[in-house]
């Protein structure tokens, strides 16, 4: 990528590309009446285009990335920043929730290719909401807080809120040592056992097409990711609540 700067506006940005491509063979059972044949494909899994930038001296910043994999174009993030003081700050526009450490690390610092199955049914996904988070360079532990369109039928990545009826979502995090949690991988070889644990919920009321009553929805996510001269350990607990006042509807 690029990367830019104005001294005298106190102004930056940066444009950058992520791709990634991949060959898979599936091999099928021979019993398996619904595929007899086995298969083998190329294919572009990303090819991601992201601006980022800071304006008025690092008070406002703006993200923004969009992916051209697939039959067509998609827009993943698209949020602006305010930096209210040196240890808050809050945002507007779309992005992941705060739900899971595993889906809110970036594809290029994974442990595998892939996240996990678990992580990838858990989490929220990308939604349109406001978030803000709390960061002292005193203390080590983080907090943030957001608000979300929700996940009733119809709402989701680059779709409108269909209801009144928004997910909130609260995430905490304490960091034992010079760690980032969200790269999996200990890259940088550390000297020093670290560690970082976090916790996250996810709560609120959802409308299903063809379900009269609404649904209460709770999801919870702990994790615990540890570092050391090249050793890394990640582990991640879900679990999800749904509640309906219709019989039999719990889950």
């Given at each position: 990528?690029?990367?830019?700067?104005?001294?005298?506006?106190?102004?930056?940005?940066?444009?950058?590309?992520?791709?990634?491509?991949?060959?898979?063979?599936?091999?099928?059972?021979?019993?398996d009446?619904?595929?007899?044949?086995?298969?083998?494909?190329?294919d572009?899994?990303?090819?991601?285009?992201?601006?980022?930038?800071?304006?008025?001296?690092?008070?406002?910043?703006?993200h923004?990335?969009g992916?051209?994999?697939?039959?067509?174009?998609?827009?993943?993030?698209?949020?602006?920043?305010?930096?209210?003081?040196?240890?808050?700050?809050?945002?507007?526009?779309?992005?992941?929730t705060?739900?899971?450490?595993?889906?809110?690390?970036?594809?290029?610092?994974?442990?595998?290719?892939?996240?996990?199955?678990v992580?990838?049914?858990?989490n929220?996904?990308?939604?349109?909401?406001?978030w803000?988070?709390?960061?002292?360079?005193?203390?080590?532990?983080?907090?943030?807080?957001?608000?979300?369109?929700?996940?009733?039928?119809?709402?989701?990545l680059?779709?409108?809120?269909?209801?009144?009826?928004?997910t909130?979502?609260?995430?905490?995090?304490?960091?034992?040592?010079?760690?980032?949690?969200?790269?999996?991988?200990?890259?940088?070889?550390?000297?020093?056992?670290?560690?970082s644990?976090?916790?996250?919920?996810?709560?609120?009321?959802?409308?299903?097409?063809?379900?009269?009553?609404?649904?209460?929805?709770?999801?919870?996510?702990?994790?615990?990711?540890?570092k050391y001269?090249?050793?890394?350990?990640?582990?991640?607990?879900?679990?999800?609540?749904i509640?309906n006042?219709?019989?039999?509807?719990?889950?």
């Amino acid at each position: 990528g690029v990367r830019w700067d104005f001294s005298d506006k106190n102004v930056s940005g940066s444009l950058s590309t992520m791709i990634r491509t991949r060959w898979t063979f599936t091999d099928y059972d021979k019993d398996d009446a619904e595929n007899s044949r086995n298969s083998s494909s190329f294919d572009v899994t990303q090819a991601r285009l992201t601006a980022d930038g800071t304006v008025l001296d690092k008070e406002f910043a703006y993200h923004m990335m969009g992916d051209f994999a697939g039959e067509s174009a998609s827009l993943k993030d698209a949020y602006i920043s305010y930096q209210a003081c040196d240890w808050a700050d809050v945002s507007m526009g779309q992005h992941k929730t705060g739900l899971s450490r595993q889906f809110n690390t970036g594809d290029n610092n994974l442990q595998f290719p892939d996240a996990s199955a678990v992580t990838a049914y858990f989490n929220l996904g990308r939604q349109a909401g406001a978030w803000a988070s709390l960061k002292s360079s005193d203390m080590p532990v983080t907090f943030s807080a957001g608000i979300y369109n929700g996940e009733s039928s119809g709402e989701g990545l680059n779709k409108s809120g269909t209801a009144t009826l928004p997910t909130g979502v609260f995430a905490a995090r304490y960091n034992m040592g010079h760690i980032d949690p969200f790269v999996e991988s200990d890259i940088d070889n550390s000297e020093e056992l670290a560690a970082s644990f976090g916790a996250s919920v996810a709560f609120g009321q959802s409308k299903r097409t063809g379900v009269s009553e609404n649904d209460d929805t709770f999801t919870m996510s702990v994790d615990a990711i540890a570092k050391y001269q090249g050793w890394a350990f990640g582990a991640e607990y879900f679990y999800k609540d749904i509640s309906n006042d219709a019989p039999d509807s719990d889950a």
